[in-house]
């Protein structure tokens, strides 16, 4: 028995043994494993955390230069491309005001000359600037007997036509002044001697001229490309009266016709002689904040009438108004259309002469009209249809009752 106890005590005293070895070893190789990790930290140059942020960094803002990189590359593709089809449509620069005033400055020399051989070169210089050489070759004949002038503020604008191809035809009304310096021809029998002295011949004609112009757009300037022809245009008084902008407005005649007019007694007193600092109080107009800045004095108020707006706080006003020169008195009547904005018990000026508030109101109740005809049209179809079955349903009674 003692034999047996040993033995197995000895068995256990042998397993705890090695257990604890396999113990200890697992610890001491912790152990080496801290160590070793503390002589890595030691042997760590210093700034090794710096230099891998600083890596890190560096790849970051790599990165991201090239994501902007990209993205300016794909960008300037689709602008080019936006700016290939805005020159596509660009409009043609002949109708522009540019070419307007080309065309003007062309007709003040082309209807100005003296008769003379020496001014005729001179004026073929001036008109080889618009013309080209052969062209102004021709265009300056002037004649031998007659001088001509021509104001410009006597050059009227009347039509442009596009003739597409950055060419356009300038018609202008003109007044010119002939003058004939040696005067008129005596007649045989006419009774005037050689000692009265010469009366220059005078002569006001008003002609209409087409001008044909072009924009070079290699050489980046205007040209009349043909010489200008004739022509005339049929200008009849105006007789019938236009169609106002607040035409078709609904009117109002309430009780607020009254405040309306002593607030534009006020408006108009204030806009004549006002700063833009005490406009802007008034006028939410930033347009017309600066008012007439005392070029003219406010007289009185004229022929108004009222309507309604896009809402029930919203009016629209169209007055004449008596306006008067402050240094000679003379005065103008002058008509105003305005947009006024009830806030808070008084009125304020939303928009003055603003046609797009007056068309967008006149769309919007078109269409209201529209869906209430529309509407109107549904309800007819309904009761046109319940009356066709009750005179099916008063057939069929009919019927069964015959039966």
């Known amino acids: 028995m003692r034999k047996k106890l040993g033995k197995s005590n000895g068995k256990k005293d042998g397993i705890v043994k090695k257990s604890m070895d396999v113990f200890k070893k697992s610890s001491e190789n912790e152990k080496r494993k801290k160590e070793m990790r503390k002589l890595e930290k030691k042997s760590k140059p210093k700034g090794y955390r710096a230099k891998k942020l600083g890596a890190f960094t560096f790849w970051m803002l790599f990165l991201f230069m090239l994501f902007i990189v990209v993205v300016n590359v794909f960008s300037s ?4 491309n936006a700016g290939n089809e805005a020159d596509n449509l660009q409009v043609n620069k002949a109708l522009a005001a540019e070419g307007v005033e080309f065309s003007k400055g062309f007709v003040a020399e082309y209807f100005t000359w003296n008769n003379g051989n020496e001014d005729r070169a001179q004026r073929k210089m001036k008109l080889s600037y618009y013309l080209p050489e052969k062209l102004s070759d021709l265009a300056a004949t002037g004649d031998k007997k007659w001088n001509s002038k021509i104001l410009r503020e006597n050059i009227h604008l009347k039509e442009v036509e596009d003739l597409g191809d950055n060419r356009a035809r300038v018609i202008f009304q003109v007044k010119i002044n002939f003058e004939n310096p040696t005067g008129k021809e005596n007649k045989e029998n006419d009774k005037a001697t050689e000692d009265e002295p010469v009366v220059p011949e005078k002569i006001e004609t008003v002609k209409y001229i087409s001008v044909p112009i072009l924009y070079d757009v290699e050489e980046s300037r205007f040209a009349v490309y043909e010489l200008p022809s004739f022509t005339y245009m049929n200008e009849e008084i105006v007789g019938k009266g236009i169609e106002s902008e607040t035409e078709g407005l609904k009117p109002i005649n309430d009780g607020s016709m009254q405040n309306i007019r002593a607030f534009l007694e006020t408006f108009f007193e204030a806009y004549a002689n006002d ?29 108004t009438e009222i309507f309604e707006g896009k809402k029930v706080s919203e009016k629209i006003v169209r007055t004449e108004v008596v ?18 904005v009830e806030k808070e018990m008084r009125y304020t000026v939303l928009f003055i002469n603003n046609k797009q508030y007056i068309d967008e109101l006149k769309s919007k109740k078109k269409a209201e009209a529209e869906a209430e005809i529309e509407k109107g049209m549904e309800v007819e179809e309904d009761n046109q249809d319940q009356n066709h079955d009750a005179e099916s349903n008063r057939l069929d009674k009919n019927d069964t009752e015959n039966e």
């Open 77 to 80: 593709s689709g602008s080019s």
């Open 275 to 303: 700063t833009k600092d005490k406009l802007t109080y008034i006028v939410e107009d930033p347009k017309h904040q600066n008012g007439l800045n005392k070029t003219m004095d406010f007289v009185s108020l004229k022929n």
């Open 323 to 340: 306006l008067a020169d402050p240094n000679t008195g003379i005065e103008f009547i002058s008509t105003y259309i305005l947009v006024l």
